[in-house]
């Protein structure tokens, strides 16, 4: 059975910088495209980014720019660095498979505030 354990979340102030990981067991990983997803209280779940196996990347416009999505298919693990935090950006980070396929993890709480 597939999970996915994401971690890096924390308190932040605007302008300021997080690095979210993902790991991911099972044998999954390495050929499937891999997202970060966000959910703000009130709001759906969004996809963010998104890479495939050989290191293509897609953002979406929010955080274009400022995030940037990476992974180590050798360690199973999914990044995401971000930095010029805004209050907008305050949401739950998940990671899956781009479909989501696989059930979610717990999430990674980010709230970025002075």
């Known amino acids: 059975q597939v999970q996915l354990m994401e971690s890096g979340g924390g308190l932040v102030q605007p302008g300021g910088s997080l690095r979210l990981s993902c790991i991911v067991s099972?044998?999954?990983?390495?050929?499937?495209?891999m997202g970060w997803y966000r959910q703000a209280p009130g709001k759906q779940r969004e996809l963010v980014a998104r890479i495939n196996s050989r290191g293509s990347t897609v953002y979406a416009d929010s955080i274009k720019g400022r995030f940037s999505i990476s992974r180590d298919n050798a360690k199973n693990t999914v990044f995401l660095q971000m930095n010029s935090l805004k209050p907008e950006d305050t949401a739950v980070y998940y990671c899956?498979?781009?479909?989501?396929?696989?059930?979610w993890g717990q999430g990674t709480q980010v709230t970025v505030s002075s």
């Open positions: 099972g044998s999954i990983f390495s050929s499937n495209i």
């Open positions: 899956n498979l781009v479909p989501s396929t696989v059930s």
